[in-house]
Every structure is written in structure tokens, then in C-alpha cells.
T-cell receptor, first 113, second 114 residues
Framework: AQSVAQPEDQVNVAEGNPLTVKCTYS??????LFWYVQYPNRGLQFLLKYITGDNLVKGSYGFEAEFNKSQTSFHLKKPSALVSDSALYFCAVRRYNFNKFYFGSGTKLNVKP | EAGVTQFPSHSVIEKGQTVTLRCDPISGHDNLYWYRRVMGKEIKFLLH????????ESGMPNNRFLAERTGGTYSTLKVQPAELEDSGVYFC????????????FGQGTRLTVV
């Protein structure tokens, strides 16, 4: 069965510090990997994706994520957190040539001044 | 370009009533998806349309849920009769291409069944 795990319900970080939001996955075949962010009362916004190529992908708002095939992980990172980054983050995976996204349970990121 | 829009944003109904959620995808997107997030858990797939055809409805919980996409444009998701466990946030998404592209999500409809 396909699944995505976000082991942390909540991540707290001080503004200016680096942040990491963890994601591991289990999927048959080659995965397509995504990160989405949800701000309060808003829909899911696409941040970045890994399809193929360089394992380090860069996305919106200074976020990046590293695909690690051996560890089946796709952790989201940012070198310097902003208070405005506080939101709910979802990791998602899609199997090659399939349409369905599998999502994690979400991680709430709290960035404190 | 307008994004994916969903109506209503919130709905509170009594157990046994009927509710219809609507989704307007991004113009030109053939792929339309419905997802649901219940009680802070993961976002779960409900079904996928390609134009007006149901490509995959393996995530539909039971026959109280009916999705349509007449004409291949907007979609509706009807819950009849609603049960308490149907409460959650229902997301709609659309995508232009089904090969590795991201989907664009609406703001969701928060359904509360009391």
C-alpha cells in the first residue's frame, strides 16, 4: 500500500533559524514527490516537487527539499525561518503514471519571533 | 487566471440531511479530484474525473456519496443522507496534465454534520 508519513504533528522554530519538516514515503515504483502549504482559511498551495534529476529541489518562498531514495525521504527545509512561514505543511506522493496523490497527515509549523 | 473555487466555504447540516458541494476547476483542466481531510488526519483521495468520466472512484466511502461532472466543467459532490462521520474538509483540485504535474487546490469546504 502507498503511504506518506509526517512523523511530527508540530515543529517549533525561532525566526531566523533553519527549519526542517520531515516526510517519508512508501510507494511502488518511481515516485513523484510534492510539498503543499495551507495557510489559515486558505486552500493548499503548491510549494515544490521532485520528478527527476537533481535530488535537491528549490521552490517558492525560499523553501527547498531533498529527495533521498535510499531513505525514502523528502524533507522540507529552509535556511532561515520567517514568522510568516507559520502554516500547515503537507507532503504528498504520486506514483509514476498514476493520478492519485497520497498525502501525509500534515505538520504544523510554528515560527516564533 | 482564476484558481479552483469551491462553494460553499462552510456548511453545517443536521444528520440525515443532504448537502451538495460544488467545485469549479481551472479552465482547461481536464483532471478534477476530490479529497477529504477528517479530524486532522491525512488528506484522503475520494475520486478523479477526466473530463466528464470517472477515472478512479476507489476512495468514495460509500454509496451515500455521489459525484458528477456533467459537461466536463464544474463538479458536484452530494452527500445523502449525511452522517456525523462525514464531517471534515472537502478539497477539490484540478490539473492540466496527469504526468507528474502538480494539482491546484481550492480553499476547501468545511462540512459539519450535527
Amino acid at each position: 500500500a502507498q503511504s506518506v508519513a509526517q512523523p511530527e504533528d508540530q515543529v517549533n522554530v525561532a525566526e531566523g533559524n533553519p527549519l526542517t519538516v520531515k516526510c517519508t514515503y512508501s510507494v511502488s515504483g518511481n515516485p513523484y514527490l510534492f510539498w503543499y502549504v495551507q495557510y489559515p482559511n486558505r486552500g493548499l498551495q503548491f510549494l515544490l516537487k521532485y520528478i527527476t534529476g537533481d535530488n535537491l529541489v528549490k521552490g517558492s518562498y525560499g523553501f527547498e527539499a531533498e529527495f533521498n531514495k535510499s531513505q525514502t525521504s523528502f524533507h522540507l527545509k529552509k535556511p532561515s525561518a520567517l514568522v510568516s512561514d507559520s502554516a500547515l505543511y503537507f507532503c504528498a506522493v504520486r506514483r509514476y503514471n498514476f493520478n492519485k496523490f497520497y498525502f501525509g497527515s500534515g505538520t504544523k509549523l510554528n515560527v516564533k519571533p | 487566471e482564476a484558481g479552483v473555487t469551491q462553494f460553499p466555504s462552510h456548511s453545517v447540516i443536521e444528520k440525515g440531511q443532504t448537502v451538495t458541494l460544488r467545485c469549479d476547476p481551472i479552465s482547461g483542466h481536464d483532471n478534477l479530484y476530490w479529497y477529504r481531510r477528517v479530524m486532522g488526519k491525512e488528506i484522503k483521495f475520494l475520486l478523479h474525473f477526466v473530463k466528464e468520466s470517472k477515472q478512479d472512484e476507489s476512495g468514495m466511502p460509500n454509496n451515500r456519496f455521489l459525484a458528477e461532472r456533467t459537461g466536463g466543467t464544474y463538479s458536484t459532490l452530494k452527500v445523502q443522507p449525511a452522517e456525523l462521520e462525514d464531517s471534515g474538509v472537502y478539497f477539490c483540485a484540478s490539473s492540466h496534465d496527469d504526468r507528474g504535474t502538480e494539482a491546484f487546490f481550492g480553499q476547501g469546504t468545511r462540512l459539519t454534520v450535527v
